[in-house]
């Protein structure tokens, strides 16, 4: 009998979806980074929920506070990813019986103050009793239909593909974390502050929505390259990677441990970046709109026809892996 | 240090609430069954996330099927007890890497079970490794705030307390499945089936709310007499149950065991009626709201002024306790 650890998860997720009806007029349809209701007047309220496990999602180092700070910001990046500004947040914890409540406190502190970084509240939850720490957590924000950035929102061969962001500090501090490789003590804060306190690209999102003009747009979180074959599912397209954006320190650490700093920045995960398609002839407007919000536009390639995800790299042509973080089969 | 079991859940839920930055006009306060969020108009979103554990939470004989479906019917029961119509759901599931994937279409196939029979559907979800199965669910629906039941919505000493069912059944096959209580052949399927298929109340809800005169309501799912309790922070008010709504299969079984049968009604849970209170002069207005959806209006008692649940059996007045399922303490 076939076990979830034979699959993986994106086919035990098709599995699962096959037993669900689809509900008529979605907002946004299944494969999108969050869900959506619509709520009257051309308005949607979007919704995303997202589970952090202690055992198998919080690498060594990583407080109850910015655990739980964590969890809001994965919520929420995918809200952003949809142009949606989060309003509330509601956690819902599985605690083992054990627990100390001055690390409950301070699990309670990381909320709020993930919540109030995105001026979003924490307006409820719910608690329970678990073999592990398990904060399931659920965050909702309002927006005008047309406004919504899906992944399927009419990209076409040409588009220039972007990013708002850096790829590769999570891989290097992960490597440094799980696999013992050296991180070089100039690196040490950028790296393990990519991983305890990532950030989501709220401003970023609702400034990209607010041009109207972006034809697709996933949040990264896990990993570029997975998000590039999600975005080509939903799409039907493909993409070509001329320039890989990868972070200075990146290149650094790949140096000193020997590792291939395209690699790490591609095959990552945990990165809450944007990653979004626009007509070449708006990339101004697009440039001001993010630099209006302090972020550089960060081109990284273009959408092509034929359904595959390349990189375009010192002339030559090479097949960008479908692989990153996948639940249950790492 | 002091743990989570030293404090119990409403104790830990405090803890956690001082840290927490109230948003200014919330719809649905706090301690509230559900949360809620303007969306224009006099509208609101309200929603409810509740999460389910398998080791801790699901009774032997339980299959996946069933924990899936009974997690809708846990989320919209909350949703009911606002008087608000559920019409999304979705779970955030951590899996152990060793289920079979054959269980997990089963838990599918309850999302999917559970949502369709309240004319709800799952629109998205999340996936995620975990040492035990875990449904997390969010429930959401919309309603006018006006219409909203709020736990704190003006009942006043000489309101009648009423309820949509009879309690104990679920005591009952707890008392049988944990505990081996003999369960008489005759009660086996009603009162498993109390535990394995459990409604929510969402036509009374509804019905209920559009009447506009219930005065506070509340979900039983922690039991009935917690419930009081609940209640009674909420309204500042407290309770004479004059009429402890006893199902008549659990005087039968209190009767077999040697059990006080008004315990069994009174200090249960996992029971999803609801419980509410409304002006006596209004009455034949709530008894025919609820016949009009096929449901007797159960009136067990009164509202009184001082903040005590109390209960008045034949001639003598006695101290409900507040004791009912507590997560970390029972």
Request: negative net charge.
């Amino acid at each position: 009998l076939a076990k979830v650890s034979d699959i993986g998860e994106r086919m035990l997720i098709q599995r699962v979806m096959r037993h669900l009806t689809q509900m008529p007029n979605m907002p946004l349809p299944f494969w999108d980074d969050a869900s959506a209701l619509h709520v009257g007047d051309g308005r949607v309220a979007v919704i995303n929920t997202d589970m952090l496990v202690w055992s198998t999602d919080v690498p060594v180092g990583m407080t109850p506070f910015q655990a739980a700070r964590k969890t809001v910001v994965m919520n929420i990046s995918d809200l952003a990813a949809k142009g949606v500004k989060p309003l509330i947040f509601m956690p819902s914890v599985g605690i083992p019986a054990d627990y100390l409540v001055s690390d409950m406190e301070d699990i309670a502190r990381g909320f709020e103050s993930g919540s109030r970084e995105y001026d979003t509240y924490v307006v409820g939850g719910d608690t329970n009793e678990a073999c592990d720490m398990i904060i399931s957590g659920v965050a909702i924000g309002l927006t005008e239909e047309n406004k919504l950035m899906l992944r399927s929102g009419g990209s076409k061969p040409g588009d220039i593909l972007a990013t708002t962001g850096l790829f590769g500090l999570t891989s290097c501090g992960f490597k440094h974390l799980l696999e013992g490789h050296e991180l070089p003590s100039e690196l040490k804060s950028e790296v393990l502050n990519s991983i305890y306190m990532p950030s989501a690209r709220v401003a970023e999102g609702l400034t990209l929505a607010d041009t109207g003009i972006v034809t697709s747009c996933i949040d990264s979180s896990d990993g570029l390259a997975v998000s590039l074959y999600d975005l080509s599912r939903s799409t039907g397209l493909g993409y070509i990677l001329n320039d890989v954006p990868i972070h200075p320190a990146v290149k650094l650490f790949a140096k000193v441990n020997n590792l291939n700093p395209v690699d790490l920045a591609l095959y990552g995960g945990e990165e809450y970046e944007l990653v979004f398609t626009f007509n070449p002839e708006n990339v101004t407007v697009v440039s001001d709109a993010l630099s209006r919000v302090g972020c550089n536009l960060i081109i990284i390639g273009e959408v092509v026809s034929e359904k595959r995800v390349l990189l375009q790299h010192e002339g030559i042509i090479d097949e960008v892996k479908p692989k990153g973080w996948e639940h249950f089969i790492n």
